[in-house]
């Protein structure tokens, strides 16, 4: 089916063309649980963020301005899945060439090879960023699905300009995927960092936040806070996933004080964190391979004055300094990880002294505004090289 002669483009009042665009480019535009990918690119100033995806999510993070190239009918699905097939579509052409990006930034590995074919047809260099799962859980995949993933990221690897891992542990998973080291960069993904701590009372001893699936490790956190009394924490969970069902029959069984609120928007997080004692991130890999990048829920947390309790898994020890900015256990370990918790739990003075600190660490390298700068720079060094796109030509 040949593509709608009137693609959409993007709300708003027409763009500032002195002022370069990047396409951020998510295919499910935008899950709830991806904040990191809206908020980097609303804090973009030197660049203009469109916001393109192949498909519409219900989600407190939908936008009406935003870009989606499918719609939503049997017209649109064919038309996608044509994209998922062959990586390529005349409409994603036609909608791409309107919004006029002089970069396309893609987020996670899959994501970018739908894109990278169409960006490459328009001239437009593409940078990627891989999160966790894409170079860590889908390439062990099995049979011919795992077969054509490892080759389209091979792909979207050779035509990427760029490709930006968050943490040192995704970006040696990229190189064994298939990166060219030289393409590679790591880039902390940055978190807002308030003025000053909010003063409120607290309602809950330990918060997690996060998707309820196996990497993020609520199995774990609900057997060690069934290991603890005098009294037993209250515990919040928000989040949900796959494993929500199991986890709160889990919780029953084990008579853990635990109250799912299920996924929340972004101001809701921010409350119910200042209202806890501390953050539990138990991350662990999954049976399927199923790896974290660097969790952002630590950072802002951290950046909350929360001391975190987590485990040694992927980038979070470079986010969390044991014994400094919170406390590091080993992975899948309920009954190291019950001792920190109750560590922290029974000494106020410890909780405040890790969690300044942990603020101190947050601002100093993981600012929002300071690493999206640093983004940008990237974005101005891509852009550079390709100088029928760069920004000094389209001034």
Known sequence: MSPDPRPPSPAGSPPDRRVPRVAV??????????????????ALTRWAPAYV????????LSR????????DGPAGRREFLRLRLGGTSPRLRAVLGQVRPALVHAHFGGDGWLVSRTARQLGVPLIVTVHGHDVTRQPRSPGLHGLRYRRNLRAVFDRAALVIAVSRVIRERAEACGADPAKIRVHHTGVPVPAAPPMVPKRWDVTFVG???????V???????????????????IGDGPLLPRMRAHAESLGVDATFVGEQPPESVQRHLAESRMLAAPSKTAPDGDTEGLPTTILEAAALGLPVVATRHSGIPEAVLDGRTGLLTLEADPEALAGSLSRLLHDADLRRRLGAHGREHVAAHFDLHTQTLRLEDLYDEVAARSPARSPARRR
């Open 25 to 42: 480019w998510r295919s499910a535009l935008l899950l709830g649980s991806e904040t990191f990918i809206r908020a980097q690119g609303d």
């Open 64 to 71: 009406s301005d935003d870009v989606i190239v499918f719609p």
């Open 53 to 60: 995806g192949a498909t519409r999510v219900d989600s407190a």
């Open 219 to 237: 199995d774990d956190l609900l057997t060690a806070l069934a290991r603890m009394d005098s009294p037993r924490p209250r515990a919040l969970i």
């Open 211 to 217: 998707r309820l699936v196996a990497k993020k490790g």
